[in-house]
């Protein structure tokens, strides 16, 4: 199993470029969730979905967007790229829920530089 | 909103030795857990350890171990023999427990953890 893929894993843009980060994982997961990483600031939930067809808002939402058509997928989407989203995204997934005994994967992460 | 504080951004420990990061959370909730990851340069998050609320016995795994103090709001993380491989970034995190399913996780800011030869 590749487990939780993220593409690409670096990635520079231009301000007010769009670009759509990838994440999908092989197995079968109900909860997919994305987090940004910035320096001193720990990991922060961006958006998270508990399933096909339904998503929700987390911490920081501003300025990504989020669909999920399938299970597998869970894209994430800056429309307009801006220098405060600078930082390392991760995805994260895990079968039923965010729950405290089910393991929760992460990606390798995306470091996303804008300019 | 639930707050974790990792007031050490770094550390250093000499290999062999024992280290302790520290972590205080803020919470009105009465049921939840907390967990240390441990992120080395590879980026990947790894679990290092979990700790249930309702328990009063702390979560040891092998050379790590926590020291959780409920009333005081903190959850420490004992590391023992410290080795090379241990250098890397460590979170402290939080998730309230709900009937279907927490949505997030908390993280702190992180310390970070050097392990010298």
């Known amino acids: 199993n590749a487990g939780v893929t993220q593409t690409p894993k670096f990635q520079v843009l231009k301000t007010g470029q769009s670009m759509t980060l990838q994440c999908a994982q092989d197995?079968?997961?109900?909860?997919m969730s994305w987090y940004r990483q910035d320096p001193g600031m720990g990991l922060r939930l961006i958006h998270y979905?508990?399933?096909?067809?339904?998503?929700d808002q987390g911490e920081v939402p501003n300025g990504y967007n989020v669909s999920r058509s399938t299970t597998e997928d869970f894209p994430l989407r800056l429309l307009s790229a801006a220098p405060s989203q600078t930082s390392v995204y991760f995805c994260?997934?895990?079968?039923?829920?965010?729950?405290?005994?089910?393991?929760?994967?992460f990606g390798s992460g995306t470091q996303l530089s804008v300019l | 909103a639930q707050t974790v504080t990792q007031s050490q951004p770094e550390m250093s420990v000499q290999e062999a030795e024992t280290v302790t990061l520290s972590c205080t959370y803020d919470?009105?909730?009465?049921?939840?857990?907390l967990f240390w990851y441990k992120q080395p340069p590879s980026r990947q998050m790894i679990l290092v350890i979990r700790?249930?609320?309702?328990?009063?016995q702390n979560a040891t795994e092998n050379r790590f171990s926590v020291n959780f103090q409920k009333a005081a709001k903190s959850f420490s993380l004992k590391i023992s023999d410290s080795q090379l491989g241990d250098t890397a970034m460590y979170f402290c995190?939080?998730?309230?427990?709900?009937?279907?399913?927490?949505?997030?996780?908390?993280f702190g800011k992180g310390t970070k953890l050097t392990v010298n030869p």
């Open positions: 994260a997934s895990s079968y039923s829920g965010l729950r405290p005994r089910e393991k929760l994967f």
């Open positions: 197995m079968n997961h109900e909860y």
């Open positions: 979905s508990v399933g096909a067809g339904i998503t």
């Open positions: 919470t009105s909730e009465n049921n939840y857990y």
């Open positions: 700790q249930e609320a309702y328990k009063q």
């Open positions: 995190a939080f998730m309230k427990l709900t009937q279907g399913g927490s949505e997030k996780l908390v």
